[in-house]
């Protein structure tokens, strides 16, 4: 496993990353969720991630708890905070109160004294943002949140907050948690561009655009009977035929490689440097042995010019 700095800070976080989504829904089973953990530690995964929102606060207690068998110095534990935990009109948001109340909430279901990084799940036009950016520095002030990220924010939102932070000298963002993808690529415009110039760093969720990268689901064929697209109605809004036939041409250029299609498409985000890590679901170890092993991998010029070549047809 290779590691990068998470933005401007320090902070070495591993090229791959797990996350707890899929638990959302129940569409995991719990011991599947636990054995993933572990192979990820075990393969080298330092930086896990999670949020209050998922199974109302499930998925925070499963990833605590696994995560309680090792060293608490020995990974980068994430969760996130704006989504809605309750009926009461402060159940949701990026005000003082929810920040506060959900973050020590947090802490409680994990079983720590402290996460390495603290998300504004999403931007809040309800509350200012001068309220929200000095909740976040109190918080790292206590000791409770060393680094604070965004997902799904905008430059020009993420540019305000740092603004914020260096006009009161607060705590300034280092990561932001966009969604990237080689189908899904808006954060190459701005996003990117703005975080290598302020030193915020990219940790990208759904790398794999929630399973159409891994080669499973192919033009003509019905989907496997154990996929996520099979429990829900998620397949007829994702798998649509002119990706499954980009997917079949970059699986030509992965057998090339001797590597799988879903070690390409990561190895493809992580050529990026801004990048620092690329979040993986699993629902089974297996899957987090494959994903791993993207990590290091070096896409030679011609390789990237064949996969821009297909993602442009």
């Given at each position: 496993m290779k590691y990068r700095n998470l933005g401007n800070s320090g902070l070495k976080v591993s090229e791959i990353s797990l996350g707890s989504w899929m638990t959302y829904g129940g569409y995991v089973e719990n011991d599947k969720s636990v054995q993933s953990i572990e192979k990820a530690y075990d393969l080298g995964v330092n930086f896990f991630d999670t949020a209050n929102v998922y199974e109302k606060g499930e998925a925070e207690k499963v990833m605590g708890k696994t995560l309680s068998a090792y060293s608490r110095d020995s990974y980068v534990l994430a969760t996130k905070v704006y989504g809605n935990m309750g009926d009461g009109p402060n159940d949701k948001g990026?005000?003082?109160?929810?920040?506060?109340?959900?973050?020590?909430?947090?802490?409680?279901?994990?079983?720590?004294?402290?996460?390495?990084?603290?998300?504004?799940?999403?931007?809040?036009?309800?509350?200012?943002?001068?309220?929200?950016?000095?909740?976040?520095?109190?918080?790292?002030?206590?000791?409770?949140?060393?680094?604070?990220?965004?997902?799904?924010?905008?430059?020009?939102?993420?540019?305000e907050a740092l603004s914020i932070a260096d006009k009161y000298l607060l705590d300034r963002i280092i990561v932001n948690q966009p969604v990237y993808n080689m189908f899904n690529r808006y954060i190459e415009k701005e996003i990117i561009p703005m975080g290598t110039a302020k030193g915020i760093g990219q940790v990208v969720f759904s790398p794999l655009a929630q399973g159409v990268l891994t080669g499973k689901y192919r033009k003509g064929e019905d989907v496997p009977a154990d996929s996520r697209a099979a429990s829900k109605s998620w397949g007829e809004k994702q798998l649509k035929d002119s990706q499954l036939a980009k997917v079949d041409l970059l699986v030509g250029v992965a057998k090339e490689l001797d590597i799988q299609v879903s070690q390409l498409a990561l190895a493809w985000i992580l050529r990026e440097p801004n990048v620092a890590s690329a979040l993986i679901g699993a629902s089974r170890p297996e899957q987090v042995s494959e994903n791993c092993a993207a990590s290091g991998l070096e896409l030679a010029p011609e390789v990237l010019a064949a996969v821009e070549a297909i993602l442009d047809i």
């Open positions: 990026l005000s003082r109160k929810h920040i506060f109340e959900q973050c020590h909430a947090s802490l409680k279901r994990l079983g720590v004294d402290y996460v390495d990084v603290y998300y504004c799940h999403r931007f809040d036009p309800n509350t200012p943002l001068e309220e929200t950016i000095r909740a976040l520095d109190d918080l790292v002030t206590q000791g409770k949140v060393l680094y604070v990220g965004v997902s799904e924010w905008t430059a020009a939102q993420m540019v």
